[in-house]
């Protein structure tokens, strides 16, 4: 098989039944993350886990951010531009619930319920500090648009956060 025909049989996916079957693989690549950090921690301590998967998710925001900009064929670097694409964003994609707010100059992302976050809970493990590991992604993904974009991070585990709001992030144009 090759490349041809394998969009043959994406493209024979009953059209209803399409963004079930991108999140399912979605919520797979969700999964290996999960797994790939999980046994790292196992083997090597939840420090060196986090450091990992820092480096790696800043360097899958700048790849993300790239492939999204020539995909949807962006050419604007304003703030709700990137916010759009963000929203593309694999990240974004999965998370189950979420508030996004695009004023001129600034946008504010609220991740109110975490996936990841409550699937720890669920197994009986703490919270993941996941606060450098989102701030890293966000940061060379909002960089990719517009190196003026500032990401700030308001609440992210480990920070104590409400109990109906586990992550907020804040963008906004440097100097405003």
Request: aromatic share 14%.
């Given at each position: 098989m090759n490349r041809v025909e394998d969009r043959k049989l994406i493209e024979n996916i009953p059209?209803?039944?399409?963004?079930?079957?991108?999140?399912?693989?979605?919520?797979?690549?969700?999964?290996?993350?999960?797994?790939?950090?999980?046994?790292?921690?196992?083997?090597?301590?939840?420090?060196?886990?986090?450091e990992i998967d820092r480096r790696v998710w800043e360097i899958m925001g700048k790849i993300e951010a790239k492939k999204l900009k020539k995909f949807l064929e962006i050419k604007e670097d304003d703030i709700a531009t990137m916010m759009k694409a963000l929203r593309y964003s694999g990240w974004s994609l999965d998370l189950e619930d979420k508030e996004i707010v695009v004023e001129k100059d600034r946008a504010v992302l609220r991740n109110v319920k975490c996936r990841v976050?409550?699937?720890?809970?669920?197994?009986?493990?703490?919270?993941?500090?996941?606060?450098?590991?989102?701030?890293?992604?966000?940061?060379?993904?909002a960089k990719e648009f517009n190196p003026n974009i500032e990401v700030k991070?308001?609440?992210?585990?480990?920070?104590?956060?409400?109990?109906?709001?586990?992550?907020e992030w804040e963008f906004k144009m440097k100097g405003r």
């Open positions: 059209k209803e039944k399409l963004a079930d079957f991108v999140f399912m693989h979605l919520r797979d690549m969700w999964a290996v993350d999960g797994l790939y950090y999980l046994g790292v921690e196992e083997d090597f301590g939840t420090e060196a886990a986090t976050q409550n699937t720890r809970i669920k197994k009986g493990l703490s919270e993941f500090g996941c606060k450098p590991v989102r701030w890293g992604f966000l940061k060379s993904f991070c308001n609440v992210c585990p480990p920070d104590e956060h409400p109990d109906d709001l586990w992550c």
